[in-house]
């Protein structure tokens, strides 16, 4: 299994309390991710840790439930998952799994008999999570999912193959549908704008009394200024930075 994170990553954390569930990803900066015992499977539910192909990425400060499973049927297929991300008990990821329904024959006939031939398997494209998404317990995703920033997708919710999400949504359901916007649209471009989750864990330290404030039952505009503030911030910070 190739895995994939952070630059500033230091090593897994093997005497962590949480080392008997997870094995814990550590960070330059102090920050951890977690990635559950028996997560990567193949179609025949073996462990696909120490396996040749598969890949796999996960950022910082993101940690999928104890359960949880992604099955990977060949060497072209990809599970993402971006920072901040907060996944439930169980999930499951269903990065393939496909049969041609345009031929004859759903059935892969070479599997069965010498001799015998079947069309390719039909393959989806990368599964995607990205941003500061909280993922319920015992949803499902088939592959060639991306699931936009911000989001929340409900407990035991179905997500389709090539699903495409909109940003701040909040989807239930089987097939996943979208109920509601956690924010405003004006609110959701400037979180968008604001991309927190890629600023260091300093300025996070910093500003962290901001992300106590309840910004849907704030007035719109003094939410607006609340992030506005945090815009200049960030760009301040990043000024710094570079002289």
Same mark, same amino acid.
Request: hydrophobic residues 40%; proline residues 4%; contains cysteine.
């Given at each position: 299994m190739n895995i994939q994170t952070e630059e500033n990553f230091c090593g +897994?954390?093997?005497?962590?309390? +949480?080392s008997k569930n997870f094995n814990i990803l550590r960070y330059e900066d102090g920050s951890m991710s977690t990635i559950p015992?028996?997560?990567f499977r193949d179609w025949l539910d073996n462990d696909l840790l120490d396996a040749g192909f598969g890949d796999f990425y996960i950022g910082r400060c993101s940690g999928v439930g104890v359960g949880s499973v992604v099955k990977y049927d060949t060497a072209t297929q990809s599970l993402k998952i971006g920072r901040y991300v907060a996944g439930g008990l169980r999930l499951k990821f269903i990065l393939n799994g496909q049969h041609d329904m345009e031929s004859i024959s759903i059935a892969m006939l070479s599997f069965f008999a010498d001799g015998l031939k079947n069309t390719p398997v039909p393959q989806y494209q990368d599964t995607v999570i990205k941003n500061d998404v909280w993922i319920g317990d015992e949803a499902m995703f088939l592959g060639g999912s991306v699931v936009e920033?911000?989001?929340v997708i409900g407990a035991r919710s179905l997500v389709p193959p090539n699903f495409k999400s909109e940003p701040y949504g909040v989807y239930v359901g089987s097939p996943a549908r979208l109920v509601r916007f956690r924010f405003s649209e004006k609110i959701r471009?400037?979180?968008l704008q604001l991309e927190w989750w890629n600023m260091p864990l300093n300025w996070l330290r910093v500003e962290n009394d901001k992300f106590l404030l309840n910004l849907a039952r704030?007035?719109?505009g003094a939410a607006i200024d609340v992030l506005q503030g945090l815009i200049e911030s960030k760009k301040q910070m990043l000024k710094n930075s570079r002289g």
């Amino acid at each position: 299994m190739n895995i994939q994170t952070e630059e500033n990553f230091c090593g +897994l954390d093997k005497k962590s309390p +949480l080392s008997k569930n997870f094995n814990i990803l550590r960070y330059e900066d102090g920050s951890m991710s977690t990635i559950p015992h028996g997560f990567f499977r193949d179609w025949l539910d073996n462990d696909l840790l120490d396996a040749g192909f598969g890949d796999f990425y996960i950022g910082r400060c993101s940690g999928v439930g104890v359960g949880s499973v992604v099955k990977y049927d060949t060497a072209t297929q990809s599970l993402k998952i971006g920072r901040y991300v907060a996944g439930g008990l169980r999930l499951k990821f269903i990065l393939n799994g496909q049969h041609d329904m345009e031929s004859i024959s759903i059935a892969m006939l070479s599997f069965f008999a010498d001799g015998l031939k079947n069309t390719p398997v039909p393959q989806y494209q990368d599964t995607v999570i990205k941003n500061d998404v909280w993922i319920g317990d015992e949803a499902m995703f088939l592959g060639g999912s991306v699931v936009e920033n911000g989001c929340v997708i409900g407990a035991r919710s179905l997500v389709p193959p090539n699903f495409k999400s909109e940003p701040y949504g909040v989807y239930v359901g089987s097939p996943a549908r979208l109920v509601r916007f956690r924010f405003s649209e004006k609110i959701r471009e400037l979180l968008l704008q604001l991309e927190w989750w890629n600023m260091p864990l300093n300025w996070l330290r910093v500003e962290n009394d901001k992300f106590l404030l309840n910004l849907a039952r704030m007035a719109e505009g003094a939410a607006i200024d609340v992030l506005q503030g945090l815009i200049e911030s960030k760009k301040q910070m990043l000024k710094n930075s570079r002289g």
